[in-house]
Each structure stands twice: as structure tokens, then as C-alpha cells.
């Protein structure tokens, strides 16, 4: 039976590293990747739709984004929708596609870089351990219940601990490496 929270807990956990690694990359480094625009939502027909579904993205140079709609119609709003978009971006439409121009990274804007990484590695940590607090809470109950012994509670929660202290570090670990990836010149 804890067998079974515990390994709950650490599929939720590797999801919340996954997701981590999702959100990171969409942080911008100093190259482009059709990564950083991918799940833009673009408002389409009323409806919130990522980029990813509305065009083709590609990075024919390092530092070129090239964004081919699907739908010639939603050329202007998927150009109006990059320059609002926090990533400061300038695109130009020359009518079929639109090129957005990477500009190489001051070093005030890598520092604001690398605190929405640490901000999005926060949001991985606090994830982590409100998995933790869910799964302790489940074994707490089960103690309650006389379901199992106070021993078993015990030796699953210093697992848990372990599990959580693993993924900590692991999303720190990646965070870390995209800080690096930012502040390379």
C-alpha cells in the first residue's frame, strides 16, 4: 500500500520535472529555436490556440524564426500577437511569411533571463513538495485507519524524503544548466 503512494508520488514528481523542462525551454537563450514561440497562445477565432497549430516554425539562421501560417488570414494576428508577447520580439510580415529577427541578449535582459529560470525552478520545487505533502498526508490517513503501522508511516515518509530531495535536485540541476545556456555570450 505505500508502495503504491510512493510510487504515485514519484510519477507525479517526474511529471512536475517534465513540465519544468517544458517551461524552461521556452525561456530565450541567445540562439532561435522554434521552441521559444511554439506555445504562444495566439487568440484564433475567439479562441486561445498555440502558435504550433496555427503555422510552421522554423530557425533557418541562429538568430532567424521563421513563422509560416497555415492560414494566410491569421498572418496579422499572429504578428500582433509575437510583438506583445513577453520575449520582446520585432516581427516583420512580408505578406506570406514572418520573420522574426533573435537579437543577441543584453546583459541586463540574461539577468532577467536568468530570474524567470529560478522563478520557474521555484514553481518545480514548490510542486515538488506539495506532492510530497499530498502523499504524507495520504499516508497519515492510512496510519489513522490502523491500515498500517506506525513503523511502515515511518520508513515510507523517510522515503518520500528521499524522493523529494532527488527531484529538488534535479530540477535544480536543470535550472542551473539553462542558467548557463542564458549567460553564455
Known sequence: ???????????????????LKRDLITIRTGRATPALIDRLPIEYYGTPTPLNQLATINA???RLLLVQPYDKSSLSIIEKALQKSEQGFN??????????????????????MVKQVKHKVEEGRISIRNIRRDALQDLKEMENEKMI????????SEKME????????EAEHTGDAKEAEVLEV
Open 91 to 112: 516581427p516583420s510580415n512580408d505578406g506570406r511569411v514572418i520573420r522574426i529577427p533573435i537579437p543577441a541578449l543584453t546583459e541586463e535582459r540574461r539577468r532577467e
Open 60 to 62: 533557418p539562421e541562429p
Open 1 to 19: 500500500m505505500t508502495e503504491d503512494i510512493l510510487k504515485d508520488a514519484e510519477e507525479r514528481m517526474k511529471k512536475a520535472i517534465d513540465a
Open 162 to 169: 528521499d524522493l523529494v530531495h532527488k527531484y529538488v535536485r
Open 149 to 156: 503501522s506506525t513503523d511502515d508511516h515511518k520508513r515510507a
